[in-house]
């Protein structure tokens, strides 16, 4: 194993990552300071905090899944207790699947099998509805505010090991050369649809968020990661609000933000050669594994174990 620089700890960046990784050193009672420049555009301010089983075009079960969202469930847990807030907001995913992507998604469905509730025939408007357990959502605005204002008293330009956990804005700095960061278009609505699913399909998701509000999303832009919002990314958005909500909704907030992504969506954690550590990559599934990855670099920050392979930056190709 690697010795470390010191005990103590510097967190750069209090986005998902970095207020993750202040919990888990408060929960091993280990010291830290940390700073943000609280910048517009970061994915943590904006992100609807989607948990999601089960995704993409393959209809493939999560990198790890069985062993990060118990982590995180527990985690979030822990952390509303303290906070006197709740943070985790579990709710079953309905994957709305076309006709045209039937014969694919069917060729999955054994591999999603653990995660799998059952396949719903009317759907109207789709070939199936197939809804996902293990689905929820995490109040991401909420958790970062609050650890922040929770850990206020650790505020300062601090000292020890420096952890850059600077999402999007380090990655385009280029802190670990080439990088997959993607803008995403949000929009907040207020609408009379059901609360107690969320729905993915036809390109993008709508999550309730409480009350009458839900979030939908959300675009991909690779050439203007700017973190502001744009009338097409408007358009996009509402295009899918209408596909999977339906016509009847006010919006209320329309926001931008840039997820760090590295390689293939998945968290790298690891020493630079100047001595200093990096969390990134966490992409658009932050929620699910911030915690758990958080966790690892703890133990790894004291001597405890290695980095595995799979998050080891140093096996970044």
């Known amino acids: 194993m690697i010795a470390r620089i010191s005990a103590s700890i510097h967190i750069i960046g209090m986005g998902l990552a970095g207020c993750s990784l202040a919990w888990q050193r408060n929960f091993r009672g280990e010291p830290f ?36 969202l118990p982590e995180a469930e527990a985690f979030y847990a822990r952390v509303s207790e303290l906070l006197g807030k709740q943070l985790w907001f579990p709710l079953p995913v309905w994957r709305l699947v076309a006709e045209a992507e039937w014969a694919k998604v069917d060729s999955k469905l054994d591999e999603a099998g653990p995660w799998i509730e059952r396949i719903e025939e009317d759907a109207p408007g789709w070939s199936r509805a197939i809804i996902l357990k293990g689905g929820g959502r995490v109040a991401t605005r909420e958790f970062c505010e609050a650890t922040r204002a929770y850990f206020s008293d650790k505020r300062a330009s601090g000292s020890g090991t420096t ?67 744009t009338p097409e990314g408007r358009t996009r958005v509402e295009k899918i609000a209408r596909l999977l909500g339906g016509e009847d909704f006010e919006i209320i907030a329309h926001e931008a933000g840039v997820r760090p992504i590295v390689r293939k969506s998945q968290p790298v954690i690891g020493p630079l050669e100047d001595g200093r550590v990096v969390f990134n990559g966490l992409g658009s599934k932050g929620s699910l594994y911030a915690p758990g990855v958080a966790a690892r670099l703890a133990a790894w920050l004291a001597n405890e174990a290695d980095i595995e392979a799979e998050l080891d930056l140093r096996c970044l190709k």
Do not use: Q
């Not at 995403?184 to 993915?200: H, K, N, V």
């Open 163 to 229: 952890i850059l956990c600077e999402g999007a804005a380090g990655l385009m700095a280029g802190r670990l050369g080439r990088h997959r960061c993607a803008k995403g278009e949000i929009l907040t609505l207020r609408a009379p649809w059901r609360t107690d699913r969320m729905l993915i399909g036809g390109g993008g998701w709508l999550v309730p968020t409480g009350g009458d509000t839900f979030k939908v999303g959300s675009t991909y832009v690779w050439d203007r990661l700017d973190g502001e919002p």
């Open 33 to 68: 300071t940390w700073e943000d420049d609280d910048r517009p555009g970061a994915a943590s301010k904006v992100a609807a905090g989607l948990i999601n089983p089960v995704t993409g075009k393959n209809f493939s079960p999560s990198w790890r899944i069985a062993e990060f």
